[in-house]
């Protein structure tokens, strides 16, 4: 797909645009509700679509209540009212649903705080797939909840059901002609404003429904459309390549980095001891993004049979433009020399010029030798999502029921980005306020070890083109890259329901079984180009600095001028080929590939009876086989220094050797990575029995308790066949260069010189050999699925229409479960692996970065549910309605790779909302907070030597989201509204945890911003 095609297509679109605007204007404006009459289609699940957010609420309750099982409901009206733009944001406002998000947008939900691949999404009860090549999950962003009718979020398992459901099922409703009982046409129209990024965003949507009464049938024909544009700025603020100990020896008082220490102490001496990143990157993302999103459903019912087909499409085009500034700490390993010291000698500084603590803890520093590099990154992404269904429903004689189907889904995901690396070296880097929250970074040439040919970073052409030397010819290296994820999923089924009498009741045993086949592939492509290694920064027409952004990212260039001036030095310089770059293009085209496929096959039996008045019991059990195979490949890539190769050549130059001795010594340090192919897999069989139980003591309270049992199958990203080892040279070259200048005169004579000079300076490095190797991506196909023993206990009293309030206690025990990890120094060995020797031929590693199987888990918790309407007050107050709920969960997991117990990652402790609103018959006006707490992320993503050191561990901090919506009812089939989202900012934000050994506290691992979103419309149905 080419960058260009994205501009192209505005054409289309706008055109599309323009329709939909002369459409909706037409028809007078957009779809929510129509009051009805109160016994008009009692039985209908479009009885939800009425006026005003209590109407919403109380239909919701209502559904809620005679549910056979635990769930929550999102009605139609309601999905309207809170002014969501994804399917995904509307479902915050659940009990006990919460999401993550990536550029400010939902994605996906987490059902009572467990992680999101706990929750199965289904359309119409048919499973969704993903195109994000690292999840199984479905991404709820391509989802307009415009197409839908109603949004189940189903708590307890039943026999029926998939059993990789353990928080829960997410069944969106998709428009039903048959289902609503009338025709009727609705459309909407909306434009938003996007603080941050200063854009206007327009959205229009459409639906209708159509019923065609013949002689002994009825067809019923429904459908919809979402246009929407978006335009979004993010913040991004990450830091990366791990940790490392920054310890003020006792040996002479020296601070410097420590990469080999596995705390803060030297025996039984406790060290003055920090926690800093190797790497900061400042990221600033701007999206405009387009989708069209389609729904229809043909349904035809002849007598005792009821036949649909149904469909959706989704089409997202996204043109993308990240541009970041990265500075790299780790350069900066020299010595520590007080510069406010009354001795200070300018001589003795080497690399870190400040360093220390701030009056609020934070950490500041002056660290010279270093580097930033500016990324420049436009693109475009597509993803493009259909599933299309049959089924069918017979009755024989009332008491036989058939209900057979076939389920297809397909995502795909293309991306096309094109970048360019400008990199600044040998530059003084200050930052200040480094913590939980984030950093304040600056940039200026040297001071104190200062080279004619340093750079000066506080200008556009202090930053150079990334480049590399080929054959003694200097080249810059921007690339373009090309990926597809494709996910392929099949469904069959077929059930079978038998009613029959028991205990003087109706009772009913159902069975049925499912094949379900899933396919996953992933393509990464990689095409380097060999351009004129003069151009910089400078030449892209950069402004001083990115807009709307508060992060630290110097000189922009527009998107225009960037693919200009990048396809100008493409025109004019070449692909690198494989015996230009070694096998650095073979395998960035490679490393990332994978085939995946599963294979399910599942039967289950299930009754349901009645022994008693109002008491209902569904028991049954379920078994599901499956067999999981994947396919990719295994790398071990070495990777030399090209400076360090320069300063070497240079001095065998400047030795007297020949020129075929020099070409042989460079042959001998080119990169290679030898790569074969990696296959592997699991098949496993198990049981699933379960029992729901639901019980009415009296009119007003339903009492529900359920024991089930589930499985959680490994993610792609989790379980691909993927091994890939990276070995790099550690040889700094400015202290090499010492050591030639020093010991040797200037010049090697020889070979054996040349491995004396490395040693040497190696030595005055602190390091332990000439090379280090990680375990940069190590996939387990053989991973092993979660199980999982679950408790449910829930009671609901409805004493009025006005008032509903449900506490429901939940308690889950968890084996296998998989958690991110990443180990070092001796923590390998428990994956199989050796431990790095630090030579160019070892077979070990000394980190790795991996997902394994825990042992054992408990989460359990309590979900409570508050709704009140004020209707008994007098007067004005008559129209107030209050609407919360919370989830309170505790959780602890072990692993054999650490020890010690930590929370469930991924488990949020507490999650809620709360609504507060008046309304009456024309006017409606709601304030909402949304509420996620503090969660674990990842053990050890801070790659510390000992993985028991809790301060590596990612935690995310607590998010609240305050909102405004305002509704205006015009007439019984117009309504005008207002909402404002994310009123106070509310960002996301991941931080390592720190330790009590170290002087500083948290430090930020990632943060997102991406600011307030104001939105105005209009919608009607007729």
């Known amino acids: 797909m080419a960058i260009y095609q994205h501009r192209r297509r505005r054409g289309v679109r706008a055109a599309l645009f323009a329709s939909a605007s002369a459409i909706s204007s037409a028809i007078a404006l957009p779809s929510s509700a129509l009051a009805q009459n109160d016994g008009e289609n009692a039985d209908d699940e479009d009885v939800i679509v009425v006026t005003g957010f209590r109407s919403a609420i109380q239909s919701a309750n209502q559904l809620e209540r005679d549910a056979d099982q635990f769930k929550s409901i999102v009605t139609a009206d309601d999905i309207g009212q809170f002014g969501d733009p994804t399917v995904a944001e509307a479902l915050q406002r659940v009990p006990g649903v919460s999401i993550n998000r990536t550029n400010g947008e939902g994605q996906q939900v987490s059902v009572r705080g467990l992680p999101t691949e706990f929750a199965t999404i289904t359309l119409d009860g048919a499973r969704l797939g993903t195109s994000d090549p690292e999840i199984n999950s479905t991404n709820l962003d391509f989802f307009s909840a415009d197409n839908l009718s109603q949004i189940e979020v189903i708590k307890t398992l039943l026999p029926e059901m998939e059993a990789d459901a353990i928080a829960g099922t997410v069944n969106l409703k998709s428009i039903s002609a048959l289902s609503r009982g009338r025709d009727s046409i609705g459309a909407r129209a909306e434009v938003g404003y996007q603080e941050k990024n200063e854009a206007f965003n327009p959205r229009f949507s459409g639906e209708f429904t159509k019923i065609f009464d013949l002689d002994a049938s009825r067809i019923g024909i429904a459908g919809s459309i979402t246009y929407l544009q978006r335009e979004t700025a993010t913040d991004q603020v990450e830091a990366g390549d791990g940790l490392f100990f920054m310890v003020l020896n006792d040996d ?8 080999d220490a596995d705390d803060c102490t030297d025996g039984d001496l406790i060290l003055e001891c920090y926690l800093v990143p190797q790497e900061f990157d400042l990221r600033s993302d701007v999206r405009d993004r387009e989708r069209i999103s389609l729904n229809g459903q043909i ?3 002849l007598e005792n049979h009821l036949f649909a087909v149904r469909g959706s499409y989704s089409d997202t085009d996204t043109g993308r433009l990240n541009t970041r500034s990265t500075f790299d700490l780790s350069r900066s390993e020299g010595d520590f020399v007080d510069i406010n010291d009354p001795g200070f000698d300018p001589g003795d500084v080497d690399e870190v010029v400040e360093f220390g603590l701030e009056d609020d803890g934070e950490l500041f520093g002056v660290f010279e030798d270093g580097r930033s590099e500016r990324r420049i990154r436009p693109g475009d992404e597509q993803d493009q999502v259909y599933t299309v269904a049959f089924e069918g429903t017979s009755e024989f004689k009332d008491t036989l029921t058939l209900n057979y189907g076939v389920d297809i889904s397909r995502n795909t995901e293309e991306t096309q980005i094109l970048e360019a690396r400008f990199r600044s070296d040998n530059i003084t880097q200050t930052f200040s306020n480094l913590g939980q929250e984030g950093v304040d970074i600056s940039l200026s040439p040297e001071v104190f070890d200062v080279d004619a040919d340093d750079p000066d970073p506080t200008t556009a052409a202090g930053f150079p083109i990334n480049s590399t030397s080929i054959n003694g010819e200097r080249f810059g290296t921007p690339n373009e890259r090309f990926s597809m994820s494709e996910d392929k999923f099949n469904s069959y089924y077929l059930n079978i329901e038998k009613k029959f009498e028991l205990f003087g009741r109706e009772a009913a045993a159902k069975f049925g079984g499912q094949y379900r086949d899933r396919e996953r592939v992933f393509d990464f492509d990689r095409v380097e ?28 260039p527009s998107e225009a001028d960037i693919e200009e001036v990048l396809r100008g030095l493409i025109a004019n310089g070449r692909v690198g080929t494989v015996a230009e770059r070694g096998t650095f293009i073979t395998r960035l085209n490679l ?90 897999g699991n098949s496993y069989t198990e049981i699933f029995p379960s029992v729901n139980v639901r019980w009415e003591p009296v009119d007003t309270m339903v009492v529900r308790a359920s024991y089930t049992e589930g499985i959680k199958r490994p993610e792609f990203g989790e379980a691909a066949a993927i091994q890939r ?55 387990d196909p053989t991973l092993d699925p979660l199980t ?20 429901a206690g939940f308690y889950k025990q ?50 409570i549910s508050y709704y009140q309407a004020y209707r008994f007050l007098p007067g004005l107050l008559s129209g107030l309605f209050v609407q ?38 024309t006017f409606s006006l709601r304030g909402a907070m949304v509420h996620q707490g503090e969660r674990l992320r990842a053990l050890n993503d801070g790659e510390l030597d000992d993985a028991n050191d809790p301060a590596g561990d990612v935690l995310e901090e607590s998010r609240t989201q305050f909102d405004i919506n305002a509704r205006w009812q015009v007439s019984d089939a117009i309504q005008v509204y207002f909402d404002a989202i994310n009123i106070t900012d509310a960002e996301d934000n991941r931080y390592y945890r720190g330790g009590n050994t170290v002087l500083n506290g948290a430090i930020f691992r990632e943060r997102e911003a991406t600011g307030a979103t104001y939105q105005i419309g209009v919608r009607a149905r007729f």
Request: hydrophobic share 40%.
């Open 529 to 556: 180009y060999l351009v004129d290694a003069g151009a910089t920064l400078a030449d892209f027409n950069p402004a001083p600095q990115v807009e709307n952004t508060d992060l630290f990212i110097p000189f922009s």
């Open 252 to 259: 002479g008082g020296d601070l410097e980095w420590d990469n």
């Open 814 to 863: 968890i084996e296998n479960f998989i958690v991110p990890i990443s180990l070092a120094g001796d923590d390998v060995t428990s994956l199989g692996l050796e431990v790095d020797d630090f030579t160019i031929d070892s077979t070990g590693v000394s980190s790795v970065d991996t997902f394994v199987n825990g042992d054992e888990a408990e989460i359990y918790g309590v979900e």
């Open 788 to 807: 999982s023993n679950n408790f449910d206990l829930s009671v609901a009293w409805y004493p009025n229409d006005n008032t509903a309030i449900s506490v």
């Open 299 to 301: 349904e035809w019912e």
């Open 725 to 779: 080892f990276q070995t790099d040279e550690l040889t700094d070259e400015d202290t090499l260069q010492e050591v030639i200048d020093d010991t040797f005169g200037g010049s090697l004579a020889s070979i054996d010189e040349v491995d004396l000079a490395i040693a040497e300076a190696l030595l005055r490095e602190g390091e332990d050999g000439q090379f280090e190797s990680e375990g940069v991506q190590f996939r």
């Open 591 to 680: 490393q990332q590939d994978f085939t995946a496929k599963e294979e399910i096959w599942s039967g289950y039996g299930q009754f349901t009876i009645e022994p008693l008045e109002n008491l209902q019991i569904i028991a049954g059990v379920r078994v599901e086989s499956t067999d999981y195979t994947s396919t990719g490949a295994a790398f071990r890539e070495v990777n030399f220094s090209d400076n360090t190769t320069e300063v070497l050549v240079d001095a065998l130059e400047a030795g007297g050797l020949s020129d075929d001795e020099i070409a042989a010594f460079s042959l001998s340090r080119q990169d290679n990575a030898p790569f074969g192919t990696l296959t592997g």
């Open 884 to 921: 919360g709920n919370a989830t309170f969960a505790d959780s602890e997991a072990t692993a054999v790779q650490v020890d010690r117990a930590f929370p469930f990652p991924d488990q949020s402790d507490i999650i809620g909302n709360v609504s507060v609103g008046w309304e009456n018959d």
